[in-house]
């Protein structure tokens, strides 16, 4: 008897280790399968390399308004695609910035690297979709797929900034003066003048006539001996 019941606690205690770990391998297979489930979903949702592929889903907000070309309705229209853009693609933005920032300058598609390709005709399908009459024909005058560019433009020809700030930035060239500071060395303030000239002429897609540098140098030189140098030799 004492046999028969060793061996039927021997059996119980068995049954109850055996319980547990079918239990515990459950728990272990739930908690595998919840981690399974946030590893498919953060996957889903951040593109190769990292960066998030979109913030919010667009189908759920809608496109914007389509902008016709009214420049009364630029500003407004600028302020909701750009939230749009960020929304289905954070790095649209940086792309559109350094689109604007080249002024009159032309965005050439065969600079792309194949991200930013793949970004510029993502830029470019929206704008077609979201534009029509006068806006969209700037937009069917761009190379297809090439939205860097047709962003470029768009903001070239209803940016008012735009043009004001070149005018402006050409102003002060004109009336850029050299050697005033005894401090400031010579050959650096002529070079830092050519630089700017040059950033001038990238962003406005104009060049400054090589006569009207040499008159700015040589009217804005406060430098007695080298302005007299400069007018003798532009004299000959």
Known sequence: NR????????????????DAAETALQEARAQLSILAAATGASSSATAPGGSWAGVVDTRTIGKPKSFDGRR???????FVFEAFSGAAHPDLGELMAKAESLGGTPVESSDFDPRTESLSRQLYYMLVMVTTDDANKVIRNVESGNGAEAWRRLCWQYEPDVRVRHGAVLHSLLKREFGKDDGRELTLEIETFEKDVRKWETQSGKLLDPDIKMSVLTGGMCNTKIKDHLDLNAGR
Do not use: K, S, V
């Open 3 to 18: 046999i028969n019941q060793q061996l039927g606690q021997n059996l119980n205690d068995q049954q109850i280790r055996t």
């Open 72 to 78: 009364d309705a630029w500003r407004e229209f600028r």
